[in-house]
């Protein structure tokens, strides 16, 4: 199995408040994502990295901010939580982007 | 955009049966991947392809790039293959598409 961690697991959190996940990995693979999935869509995409401090934008990236500032940490941050952020979050790893892609084992956010 | 559409959405086979579940896309791709999810949530792949077949036990996956068609079949279906299978496409700028899943349910 790939070395991918993610943490917290799982967390309720108020309306309005910061929530910052955080993605590890031991692969030192180059790419790493985060995607959101809720009941009736695909996994989406909400940010991504090739290299730290490089980052882009997913299509679902309102309200979210990330950071890279190790190869093997990727962060994301919920500005300011919403209800309609209360979903499954995966990170995501890959060693280019025409490889096999390795996922965590996701984080339930409840914002409430 | 490449829209993913997976079929069927919902699959129900008896112990050892054959198990068929199709993925279709709308532009060119240069890879695809077959995932799967079980309870729980973990995702795993199973697959990545960019033409013909691949096969791991039990698991068979195809590519059509002409007709833009990819298909996972399972042999001797066993309750442990119960899971969502996703599909996903690499196309464009290096950007990734997922189907919708197919849920798959072996009964015993």
Redesign the interface.
Known sequence: DAGITQSPRHKVTETGTPVTLRCHQTENHRYMYWYRQDPGHGLRLIHYSYGVKDTDKGEVSDGYSVSRSKTEDFLLTLESATSSQTSVYFCAISANRANTIYFGEGSWLTVV | KNE?EQSPQNLTAQEGEFITINCSYSVGI??L?W?QQHPG?????LF?LSSGKKKHGRLIATINIQEKHSSLHITASHPRDSAVY?C?V?YGN????????NQVVVIP
Not at chain 2, 41 to 45: D, E
Not at chain 2, 94 to 101: S, T
Request: aromatic fraction near 4%; charge should be positive.
């Open positions: 993913v240069s890879a991947h995932l949530g973990g995702i795993v792949s990545m996703i996903a690499l290096n950007r990734l598409a997922f189907g919708k899943g």
